[in-house]
T-cell receptor, first 118, second 112 residues
Framework: GAVVSQHPSRVICKSGTSVKIECRSLDFQATTMFWYRQFPKQSLMLMATSNEGSKATYEQGVEKDKFLINHASLTLSTLTVTSAHPEDSSFYIC??????????????FGPGTRLTVT | EDQVTQSPEALRLQEGESSSLNCSYTVSGLRGLFWYRQDPGKGPEFLFTLYSAGEEKEKERLKATLTKKESFLHITAPKPEDSATYLCAVQARSSNTGKLIFGQGTTLQVKP
C-alpha cells in the first residue's frame, strides 16, 4: 500500500516553455501533498505544501508564479514550471501524506521527475 | 529553530561490517521521526517512524532507535544492496500539515 506515482519520470523542454508534472496517490487519499526539489548530492528542499481544494503554501524563496501547484482532487496534485529556464533543471519529487500511528503523518514519496531545460 | 543533523556524511563498509548512522535533532515538540532510504535517481522509500524516546523498530538488517536528542540507524551485517543514502526527518507537533524537516543524509557504500 501507500504508493505514489509521478509522471513523467523524465522531461526535456526548451527554455521559455512550461512543463507540468503530475503526482498521484494510487491506493489512498491524500488531503495534503508536498513538492520537493533536490539538487545533486543534496537533501530534499521543500518547495510547497498542497492541500486539496485550497491554495498551496509556498516556502520562503519559492516563486509561486513560477511554480504553479494545483491539488484538484484527493489523489492528484500537479506542479507546473512556467517559463522554464536552465536553472530550473532539477529532480522534482512529490510526496503524499497518510495518517498513521500516534498522530504522526507519514509521507510517501513518488519516484521523482528529472527536468532538463535546454 | 527545528533542525536535523546527520553523521557521518558518507560511510564505507565492507560487507558484513556492522555500523550505525546518527541523526541528531532539535525540535519544539516531536510528533515523529522518520527514516527513509533513497537510491540514486529515485524518490525516498519509507523505512520507519519513531514516536517517543526508547522506541525501537527493526526491518531485516536495519534497526532504528530513538532518544530525546537523537536517533540511530543500526545496520547489522550489511550487504552491497544496502548501499544507498539514508535520510532522517522530523515532524514537529506545531506543524498541522505534517511538514518534514530533513537532514542532509548519510551515503552508505557497502563493498563486497
Amino acid at each position: 500500500g501507500a504508493v505514489v506515482s509521478q509522471h513523467p519520470s523524465r522531461v526535456i523542454c526548451k527554455s521559455g516553455t512550461s512543463v507540468k508534472i503530475e503526482c498521484r496517490s494510487l491506493d489512498f487519499q491524500a488531503t495534503t501533498m508536498f513538492w520537493y526539489r533536490q539538487f545533486p548530492k543534496q537533501s530534499l528542499m521543500l518547495m510547497a505544501t498542497s492541500n486539496e481544494g485550497s491554495k498551496a503554501t509556498y516556502e520562503q524563496g519559492v516563486e509561486k508564479d513560477k511554480f504553479l501547484i494545483n491539488h484538484a482532487s484527493l489523489t492528484l496534485s500537479t506542479l507546473t514550471v512556467t517559463s522554464a529556464h536552465p536553472e530550473d533543471s532539477s529532480f522534482y519529487i512529490c510526496s503524499a501524506r497518510d495518517r498513521a500511528g500516534l498522530g504522526a503523518y507519514e509521507q510517501y514519496f513518488g519516484p521523482g521527475t528529472r527536468l532538463t531545460v535546454t | 529553530e527545528d533542525q536535523v543533523t546527520q553523521s557521518p556524511e558518507a560511510l564505507r563498509l565492507q560487507e558484513g561490517e556492522s555500523s550505525s548512522l546518527n541523526c541528531s535533532y532539535t525540535v519544539s515538540g516531536l510528533r515523529g521521526l522518520f527514516w527513509y532510504r533513497q537510491d540514486p535517481g529515485k524518490g525516498p522509500e519509507f523505512l520507519f517512524t519513531l514516536y517517543s524516546a526508547g522506541e525501537e523498530k527493526e526491518k531485516e538488517r536495519l534497526k532504528a532507535t530513538l532518544t530525546k536528542k537523537e536517533s540511530f540507524l543500526h545496520i547489522t551485517a550489511p550487504k552491497p544492496e544496502d548501499s544507498a543514502t539514508y535520510l532522517c526527518a522530523v515532524q514537529a507537533r506545531s506543524s498541522n500539515t505534517g511538514k518534514l524537516i530533513f537532514g542532509q543524509g548519510t551515503t552508505l557504500q557497502v563493498k563486497p
